[in-house]
């Protein structure tokens, strides 16, 4: 199973939540365009690519190089069209009453990532904030570029116009984490979570491909979106991506004193939200830290440790060294955690543009299944909150594999199926049962070479 089935498996609720909050690429690790809600255009409304001759067909054009229902699936089948709705729920509405919130639809802390949030000058005549998570929270205001974009723009005219260049997967992973995990111009706290926020977690090839696919990657998508890139390359990418931003959060204000407590969202939740029975605890990363001892979400940054392993093996060990070095300063202060998260960053910073450049060889996507496995059954991941990433990327590597590669679909499968139902819940999440899928996985993977 792909994780793209993950949302049919975790139900409509759940998949919702989750996905709210969903040049060439080497050149965009260096220039990054400013995001859809920081662009300086006016944002006109999804209603504006709904005709029924440009996104609003019920069924994809035959004679067209796009499929021309994207607005239809977006308004069907994507939970980001949802976004705003949830905040007039019973749910949305305990969590603003938790908060001190009187009207969470009118909340900015809550629309921010709940809808397309720009500030009011940017709000062109068809705008909504009804419309969640629109057409241009992803794809950027259209002011510029939407007339000519009808009219024939090629899509290199289309980005210099203001088009977010969405198929670039370092762009797409530093626009989704704004809402997936947080950051100063979309903060997320202990706070919220405390008032009853889902948990948030994000694996890039994952939550692109839960959701309904609005395009067709083709010859033709290909040659005019240069910058796109296979699966195995997307979850690498988004887990550099992931730990850059995981370190911005230490490097910034939001991750200071507050009183006896540093921020906690910073902290893996599930390292203290869980059951007390036996087998529950990791030893983890292997730090100092010992149990009860608050830990670090550390685990993109393990992820791209594995990353770093395979395919820039002088720069691992420049990062699993800092890797260390970051839960022990956790332990001392603020100070000392920014000190060693700043090292952390530099080495990613100087990575992912390389990482970028690289294409995946079969050897090397085995190579990746063969650590990510290791990982969990050394007991260098951490808890469940890791084991999910472990399963969202062998699941993703599994995926390229047969994909790019013709791996058989049955080559895998039953580990994978395995590893999904040991941390299908995180109330039900079996350790034993998920090292005895890595060890299958490790062996499938191994005769594969």
Not at 162 to 176: I, K, Q, T
Not at 187 to 201: N, S, V, Y
Not at 222 to 231: D, E, F, L, S
Request: aromatic share 8%.
């Amino acid at each position: 199973m792909h994780a793209r089935s993950l949302y049919r498996q975790f139900g409509p609720t759940v998949g919702l939540w989750m996905m709210l909050a969903g040049s060439s690429i080497a050149g965009m690790a260096h220039a990054a365009p400013p995001m859809p809600f920081e662009d300086r255009y006016q944002h006109v409304g999804v209603a504006t690519c709904a005709g029924s001759n440009c996104h609003g067909s019920q069924r994809p054009f035959d004679d067209s190089p796009v499929l021309q229902n994207e607005y239809f699936l977006w308004q069907r089948d994507d939970a980001h069209s949802n976004a705003y709705k949830l905040l007039l729920t019973a749910d949305g509405k305990r969590i603003a009453a938790n908060l001190g919130i009187e009207d969470a639809a009118a909340a900015p802390e809550c629309l921010t990532c709940h809808t397309d949030y720009v500030p009011a000058n940017l709000r062109g005549r068809r705008y909504s904030m009804a419309e969640g998570v629109g057409c241009e929270a992803c794809h950027g205001g259209a002011q510029e570029w939407l007339g000519p974009h009808v009219s024939g723009n090629t899509h290199a005219q289309n980005l210099a116009q203001g088009l977010y260049p969405l198929e670039d997967p370092v762009a797409r992973a530093r626009l989704c984490l704004h809402c997936h995990m947080g950051t100063k111009d979309k903060p997320i706290d202990h706070r919220i979570m405390g008032a009853g926020h889902p948990p948030l977690e994000f694996e890039l090839d994952t939550f692109t491909n839960i959701q309904p696919a609005h395009f067709r990657v083709d010859a033709d998508y290909k040659q005019r979106k240069p910058a796109y890139a296979p699966g195995a390359k997307v979850w690498a990418i988004g887990q550099l991506v992931a730990a850059e931003t995981f370190l911005d959060g230490l490097l910034g204000e939001r991750f200071s004193d507050r009183g006896m407590f540093p921020e906690l969202v910073f902290f893996d939740c599930n390292a203290c939200h869980h059951a007390m029975r036996a087998p529950r605890w990791s030893a983890g990363t292997g730090g100092p830290l010992g149990p009860g001892e608050p830990r670090l979400a550390d685990a993109y940054l393990v992820m791209t440790g594995i990353v770093l392993e395979t395919l820039l093996p002088p720069v691992a060990a420049r990062w699993n060294a800092a890797l260390g070095e970051l839960h022990r300063a956790s332990m001392q202060s603020v100070a000392k955690t920014r000190e060693a998260a700043k090292t952390l960053r530099d080495i990613a910073t100087q990575a992912l543009p390389q990482i970028a450049q690289l294409s995946l060889s079969k050897a090397q996507a085995l190579d990746l299944i063969d650590r990510v496995a290791a990982a969990g059954l050394q007991g260098k991941a951490g808890d469940y909150t890791t084991a999910k990433q472990i399963y969202y990327a062998s699941d993703a590597l599994f995926y390229y594999l047969r994909q790019e590669h013709g791996v058989p679909a049955t080559a895998l499968q039953a580990p994978i199926d395995e590893l999904f139902a040991a941390v299908d819940a995180s109330q039900s999440y079996n350790p034993d049962a998920l090292r005895a899928a890595l060890r299958k996985l490790r062996a499938g993977a191994q005769s594969l070479r």
